[in-house]
C-alpha cells in the first residue's frame, strides 16, 4: 500500500493532533486554574493503550496507564501546562465543546482510530463514546474535509462514523498511515 504525502506517517507530531482522541471520547482534566492539563481517554485492548502511550510520547508527553471500571484501561498523559491551552480550546465551563478552529489533521485522525476505530463487515467503525450533538457534527465535518466519507451511526452498534467502499476505506488507510502493532484486523486495510 503507497501511504499518501498527506498522510499521518509525512507530518510531524503536533499536540493539536489530540484533538483526535477527544473525538474518540477523551475527556480533559485542568488543574492550576486552567494553566495545566491531563488527556485521558478509556480503551478497551492492551494494544490500544500501547500504542496511544507512543503517539504522546512522539509529542513529548509522558503517560501511564490504570485499570478502570468494565475492564478498560485509562490511558493519561502527564499533567502540564503543554496542554493548558488544548484543554482550554475545548472546553465551556465544566463541559467538552469542539473548538471554533477544529481542524482534525490526518495525525489526528490516525489518534482517533488508534483509541475507537474498529473494523467491522460493513466497513471501518470510527467510534465517539456518547458525544453530545455539536461533539457528533464536528467530527462529521472533519471526516468530510480530509476526504473520507461516512455515513452517521447510531444504536446497538455504537455511536460514530462508519467508513464503506473499498475505495474510501483506502483514502482512509493512506491518512491514517500503517497499522499499529497489535491491532490485528483493527484496522482499514
Not at 513529548?60 to 484543554?87: C, H, K, M
Not at 472546553?91 to 482510530?113: E, F, I, K, V
Not at 473494523?119 to 473520507?148: S, W
Request: glycine share 12%; proline share 5%; hydrophobic share 45%.
Amino acid at each position: 500500500m503507497q501511504f499518501s504525502l498527506f498522510g499521518a506517517e509525512a507530518a510531524d507530531p503536533l499536540v493539536e493532533d489530540l484533538d483526535g482522541v477527544l473525538l474518540a471520547g477523551g475527556d480533559w482534566v485542568r488543574t492550576d486554574g486552567g494553566a495545566a492539563a491531563r488527556l485521558s481517554v478509556l480503551v478497551a485492548e492492551s494494544w490500544r493503550a500501547e500504542a496511544l502511550q507512543a503517539e504522546f510520547a512522539d509529542r513529548g508527553l509522558a503517560s501511564d496507564t490504570a485499570a478502570a471500571p468494565g475492564e478498560l484501561i485509562a490511558v493519561r498523559t502527564e499533567i502540564t501546562p503543554r496542554l493548558g491551552q488544548q484543554a482550554q480550546r475545548w472546553t465551556r465551563g465544566a463541559n467538552l465543546r469542539p473548538p471554533a478552529d477544529l481542524a482534525l489533521s490526518a495525525s489526528g485522525l490516525r489518534l482517533w482510530a488508534v483509541a475507537a476505530g474498529r473494523a467491522e463487515e460493513g466497513g471501518y467503525l470510527l467510534r465517539m463514546l456518547d458525544p453530545d450533538y455539536l461533539l457528533h457534527r464536528a467530527a462529521g465535518a472533519q471526516l468530510a474535509r480530509l476526504g473520507v466519507t461516512a455515513v452517521e451511526v447510531g444504536g446497538r452498534t455504537g455511536t460514530g462514523w462508519r467508513v464503506t467502499s473499498a475505495k474510501r476505506l483506502r483514502r482512509l488507510a493512506e491518512l491514517i498511515g500503517a497499522p499499529p502493532p497489535g491491532c490485528g484486523r483493527d484496522w482499514p486495510a
